[in-house]
C-alpha cells in the first residue's frame, strides 16, 4: 500500500515525531510506502509530492515545525479542489492519507472520506482544543514556553511595581492560559469561554498591590470583554474564516493604566509557544499517535482518527467541520477563583 502523509494548519512541535513514527512503523512492521504531500491541502491541490522513506525521518524525533511544510489551504475555497487533490492522489497511485492537523484540516479529512478519499487523521495543535482526544500533542510544549514566560515575568513586574499581561494563543479555546496561568501563579486568567468584565479585573490588580506583589493577567489571544467584541488588530480572513488575533493584551494593560492609574505593560508570546522542540510528553505523544494511526490504516479503519482517552490511544470519527472546539468547562475555570486577585 502506499500512504500519503500531510501536515496542515498552524505548526505544532511534534508534528515530526508523528511523521517519524508513521513511516518507521508503516515500513518496517507493515510493508507501506510512503510519500509526504508538501504545506498540508495545498500540496494535494497542487500535485507536490515528495518521497518519505525511513532515512528521510531519521534525526526528527525533536526537530519543531514539519518536514512537510504546512499551510491554512482549504480544498474546498479552491475550484475543483476535490478533483484536483483525487488528480494528485491517483497520478502518485497513494491509496490512502495520514492527515495530521487541528479541527479545520481534520474537518476537511471527514468530508473528503465521505467522498470516498481513504484518511485516518491525527489530532494536533498547541491550542489543546480538538474534540474528542483529552489532549493534543503541541500543547504540553506551548504551556511550558509560557510557563517559563510567566515565571520570568514576575520578577521584572515586581522590581517596577507594575502590572504585565501576558497574552497566549488561544483562539476558542482557554487551555494554554489556564494551564499556563495557574502553573504559573497568575492573579487574573481571562478565556474565550468566559467573558470578562474588566472592572472586576481592575479589582483584582488593585488587591494584589495591595499585598504588595506585582499582578501578572494571563489573557487567551480569544479573550473578550463582557461589553464588547473580540479586540483584534487586523481583521483579513484565512481560508476558515479566522481572524488573525491577538491585540486583547494591548488593550487590557491600556485599560489597566487608564482604570487603576497604575502603570501596565504587555508581553505578546505569540508563535514562540509554537516554536522550537517537543517537550518529552508531546514526543512520546505523537510517536503513540503515529503508531496507532498506522495501525488504523492498516486494519482499514478509515474515517476515523487518534485519540488520547486517559492514558490509553483509542480511535474515533474524524470531527466533521463545524463540530465546534472542546472548550474549558467552567467548573474547571472556577477551581482556580481562589488564586485571583
Ligand atoms: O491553531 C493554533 C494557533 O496557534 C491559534 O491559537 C492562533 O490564533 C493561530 O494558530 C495563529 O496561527 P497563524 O498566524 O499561523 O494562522
Known sequence: MRVGVLTGGGDCPGLNAVIRSVVRKGVQEYGFDFVGLRDGWLGALRNEVLPLGV?????ILPRGGTILGSSRTNPFKHEDGVRRIQDTLAAHRIDALVVIGGEDT???????????????GVPKTIDNDVPGT???FGFDTAVGVA???IDRLHTTAESHRRTLVVEVMGRHSGWIALHAGVAGGANVILVPERPFDIDQVCAWV??????????IVVAAEGAVPQEGQMILKDRSLDEYGHARLSGVGEWLSQEISRRTGTDARTTVLGYIQRGGTPSAFDRWLATRFGLHAVDAVSDGDF???TALRGTDIVRVPLPDAGTGTKRVDPSLYD?????FG
Request: a neutral charge; proline letters at 2%.
Open 303 to 305: 474515517g476515523t482518527m
Open 206 to 215: 488593585k488587591s494584589r498591590f495591595e499585598f504588595n506583589y506585582a499582578p
Open 134 to 136: 483529552d489532549y493534543t
Open 335 to 339: 477551581e482556580f477563583g481562589v488564586f
Open 106 to 120: 481534520l474537518g476537511v479529512a471527514a468530508e473528503l472520506n465521505r467522498q470516498g478519499i481513504r484518511i485516518v
Open 55 to 59: 532515512s528521510g525521518v531519521r534525526g
Open 147 to 149: 510557563t517559563e514566560a
